[in-house]
Nanobody, 114 residues
Framework: QVQLVESGGGSVQVGGSLRLSCAAS????????MSWYRQAPGTQRGSVAT???????TYVASVEGRFTISRDNNKNTVYLQMNSLKPEDTAVYYC????????WGQGTQVTVSS
């Protein structure tokens, strides 16, 4: 069973930066698209960034230009660099295969305060 372990969250002030990491225990990692999702209290979990197996990236409009998704296939790890953070970015962040195909990990909390 694939395990996803997210890390790197924390508390920052508005305008700060964080880099999230997600290690995936699958030998198929290099062949699959990966996404970062987030869930704020009282909302549904939604995708914010996706990277294909070839490295193409897409973002939701609210994070475009501020967040960067990347991957290291040698380490089975996907990253999310988050810059110019805003209070509305506060959420638990999760990674998963595109479409949420694997069991969800525990996520990592990101809190942005003004």
């Amino acid at each position: 069973q694939v395990q996803l372990v997210e890390s790197g969250g924390g508390s920052v002030q508005v305008g700060g930066s964080l880099r999230l990491s997600c290690a995936a225990s699958t030998s198929m990692f290099s062949k699959i698209g990966m996404s970062w999702y987030r869930q704020a209290p009282g909302t549904q979990r939604g995708s914010v960034a996706t990277i294909s197996n070839s490295g193409s990236t897409t973002y939701v409009a609210s994070v475009e230009g501020r967040f960067t998704i990347s991957r290291d296939n040698n380490k089975n790890t996907v990253y999310l660099q988050m810059n110019s953070l805003k209070p509305e970015d506060t959420a638990v962040y999760y990674c998963n295969g595109a479409g949420g195909r694997f069991p969800w990990g525990q996520g990592t909390q990101v809190t942005v305060s003004s």
